[in-house]
Antibody
Framework: EVQLVESGGNLVQSGGSLRLSCAAS????????MSWVRQVPGKGLEWLSD????????SYTDSVKGRFTISRDNAKNTLYLQMNSLRAEDTGVYYC??????????????WGQGTLVTVCS | DIQMTQSPSSLSASVGDRVTITCRAS??????LSWYQQKPGKGPKRLIY???SLQSGVPSRFSGSGSGTEFTLTISSLQPEDFATYYC?????????FGQGTKVEVK
């Protein structure tokens, strides 16, 4: 069974930094691209970033480009999101998500339960 | 960026009703579209991938159709456990983008 468990969410001041982690199990982590998606409380979903299995390609949405960095450690089966220069509008639940084996032809096929990030001014 | 326009934003329906939700892409995305169901406090769950393919374990009352720019999720006979919020996701080109969501509520 695929399991994705996020951690690292917290209350942080505007301008601060936070690193989220996602522990993956139940599948061959090094074979899959992975993504981060966030959800403002009571609002919709926003895709943020993804990373290829070998970390040779990453993509970001404009709202986080230059502030957030996605990375992974295949030896530890763990995905990360380093978030710098945090703003109030970054408040939300952050989901770790697995991309299907066919990448862009597949989309996200499994999700974690999310971790809450709150940015206060 | 590709914009996904999802409609309606909410609907009220009764158990047994047929429900249809639509997503329109601002440019062609072939069939690179998935549908998700989300219940309060939970991560989303994929229902449909490649526009029309049913995710393993998902009831057959869920179906998807469309290609290019117009896509539809249909629930043929709404069940009590189907009251939730539904989202489409285009994964044809970066940045991937979601529809705004459709909340299916009890009538």
């Amino acid at each position: 069974e695929v399991q994705l468990v996020e951690s690292g969410g917290n209350l942080v001041q505007s301008g601060g930094s936070l690193r989220l982690s996602c522990a993956a199990s139940g599948f061959i982590f090094r074979s899959y691209s992975m993504s981060w998606v966030r959800q403002v409380p009571g609002k919709g979903l926003e895709w943020l970033s993804d990373i290829r299995p070998g970390s040779d390609f990453m993509s970001y949405t404009d709202s986080v480009k230059g502030r957030f960095t996605i990375s992974r450690d295949n030896a530890k089966n763990t995905l990360y999101l380093q978030m710098n220069s945090l703003r109030a509008e970054d408040t939300g639940v952050y989901y770790c998500a697995r991309v299907g084996l066919f990448g862009g032809r597949d989309g996200v096929d499994n999700w974690g339960q999310g971790t809450l990030v709150t940015v206060c001014s | 960026d590709i914009q996904m326009t999802q409609s309606p934003s909410s609907l009220s329906a009764s158990v047994g009703d047929r429900v249809t939700i639509t997503c329109r892409a601002s440019q062609g995305i072939r069939d690179d579209l998935s549908w998700y169901q989300q219940k309060p406090g939970k991560g989303p769950k994929r229902l449909i991938y490649a526009s029309t393919s049913l995710q393993s374990g998902v009831p057959s009352r869920f179906s998807g159709s469309g290609s290019g720019t117009e896509f539809t999720l249909t629930i043929s006979s709404l069940q009590p456990e189907d009251f939730a919020t539904y989202y489409c996701l285009q994964h044809n080109s970066y940045p991937w983008t979601f529809g705004q969501g459709t909340k299916v509520e009890v009538k």
